[in-house]
């Protein structure tokens, strides 16, 4: 059997994205975070998303352009502290946050992945984390159910990738990428590396071609990349 060639432009890869769609955005402050695909989400304007992401990126930096250009209606988030125009956004009633801890917003991706419909945790139960959330009694025990996190599309940073969409991550950059790449119905990853297909050594496959749908050679890295060197 022939595997399809998945390798295509970014300006359609991107394009599948449409108004209120939910996005997963992959990364860890800079790591593993795909600033060429949410550049051109930017060029594209697609309106009122919810952008599920680990943090907020910095003021000019990734996700900080989809909020300058008014794009974001909602972020599920650990932190933001990094970025004032997103507290700034927040406090304005601009843009919705849904604050979680770290730990817990990654389960709640595997969650949505492995076709769970949440998971049980006592983490932050007696914090405003917990507020309208419900509890459930298990042995005695009280615990908040966190539920399951998927969205519409996925954006993916990796460092080498075959034309199948197997995905190989550099160091910490695999952070939240490869549960994304599982959490979303329609993946888009970019790939600073493409190598022939046989390539990737099976041991070194972080994410299987069978989970990615749009695969993006980047023929250059932006200034933004290079915030933290390997």
Do not use: C, W
Request: aromatic share 4%.
């Amino acid at each position: 059997m022939r595997l399809p060639d998945k390798i295509g432009t970014l300006e359609e890869s991107i394009s599948r994205i449409s108004d209120g769609a939910t996005v997963m955005i992959g990364g860890f402050g800079v790591p593993g975070t795909p600033f060429t695909l949410i550049r051109e989400l930017v060029q594209q304007g697609p309106r009122d998303l919810t952008i599920i992401k680990n943090d907020a990126n910095e003021t000019d930096m990734g996700v900080d352009h989809l909020l300058v250009s008014g794009q974001v209606k909602r972020l599920i988030t650990t932190h933001i502290g990094l970025n004032p125009r997103a507290i700034a956004m927040m406090n304005a009633g601009e843009i919705e946050v849904e604050f979680n801890a770290q730990g817990i917003l990654a389960e709640r991706i595997r969650a949505g992945g492995s076709g769970l419909g949440g998971i049980l945790t006592d983490i932050g139960i007696d914090t405003e984390l917990a507020s309208g959330k419900q509890r459930v009694e298990v042995d005695g025990k009280s615990f908040i159910l966190e539920s399951a996190l998927r969205a519409d599309v996925a954006l993916i940073h990796a460092d080498r990738a075959d034309p199948f969409g197997n995905l190989a991550y550099a160091a910490t950059a695999r952070n939240f990428n490869p549960l994304m790449a599982m959490a979303a119905t329609h993946v888009i990853a970019e790939a600073e590396t493409l190598v022939p297909l046989g390539d990737l050594h099976a041991d070194d496959v972080h994410t299987p071609g069978p989970f990615v749908d749009d695969l993006v050679g980047l023929n250059e890295l932006s200034e933004e990349y290079a915030v933290v060197q390997r």
